[in-house]
């Protein structure tokens, strides 16, 4: 893998094996696998030894889960400060908060006006989808169609086309219609076992290096995330860099 293909691996994914003592040695083993980037999902517990860490196993992170529209927006911008993140990205919300018009207006609301806030401090903010932004629906419309429609343009979209397609998309029209609006793709090519859920939308096994095509272009970065642990999840991160780096070879 080249330099102008970077390649990110959630940190959720070991998230057994990121305790303070096993930090270096997962990140160094990340690295040889071929990852150019790390997505934490925790940067306020000790953002100097992450960034530190991630400098000695030469990880980058230029993207970042935290709830920013619930948690104290100073601490995690500081701490995006800390770590180079470019983009904090909103990881989840609690799907009861946003069944109806009035939970996707707010939520739309709060996102919006902390990427005006961080924007002023060269930070972009983004949203990552699951499954239930698309199975729910607001008069007759999936709430991910609605919270676009409302977010800004500034607000950037990690789009994970496991749960999209598992929610009721059709991930190969739902991206070239999203353009430019989706920087970041949270993909995972072998999926863990017993993470088998039904897919209401188009199926997407065997078909991600179609996805990655459709996103060349305005794709900053795609991400593998491997979501449930039932050994050691290693061979399969690993297994996974193998793919992603060879459709990008």
């Keep these: 893998m080249t330099t102008d293909s970077p390649l990110g691996i959630q940190l959720y994914s070991v998230r057994d094996d990121i305790a303070p003592a096993q930090l270096d040695g997962t990140l160094t083993r990340l690295a040889a696998m071929g990852f150019t980037h ?11 030894g992450l960034a530190e860490a991630l400098r000695r196993s030469g990880l980058r992170a230029t993207t970042a889960h935290a709830a920013v529209q619930l948690l104290d927006e ?3 911008l500081d701490s995006a400060e800390t770590l180079g993140i470019g983009t904090v990205i909103v990881p989840w919300v609690d799907p009861k908060s946003i ?9 739309a609301a709060a996102v919006n006006g902390v990427a005006e806030r961080a924007a002023r401090r060269g930070i972009r903010i983004g949203y990552h989808n699951h499954d239930f ?15 676009v ?30 353009g430019d609006r989706v920087r970041f793709l949270h993909v995972v090519q072998e999926r863990e076992p017993g993470n088998d859920r039904p897919v209401l939308g188009v199926e ?14 305005h794709v900053e970065m795609p991400v593998v995330e491997v979501v449930a642990h039932h050994s050691d999840v ?9 793919f992603f780096k060879q459709v990008a070879a």
């Design 38 to 48: 790390a997505e934490p999902y925790d940067i306020l517990s000790d953002p100097p």
């Design 74 to 76: 100073t601490a995690i």
């Design 99 to 107: 069944n109806d018009r009035a939970g996707v207006e707010a939520l």
């Design 133 to 147: 932004e698309f199975a729910q629906r607001v008069d007759g419309v999936p709430v991910y169609e609605l919270l």
């Design 149 to 178: 429609e409302l977010f800004d343009p500034a607000v950037v979209l990690e789009l994970d086309v496991y749960w999209a397609s598992v929610g009721g998309a059709d991930v190969f029209e739902l991206l070239p219609r999203l």
């Design 204 to 217: 997407i096994t065997g078909r991600v290096d179609e996805i990655l095509a459709l996103g060349a272009g």
């Design 234 to 242: 290693f061979p399969l991160v690993e297994r996974n860099a193998a």
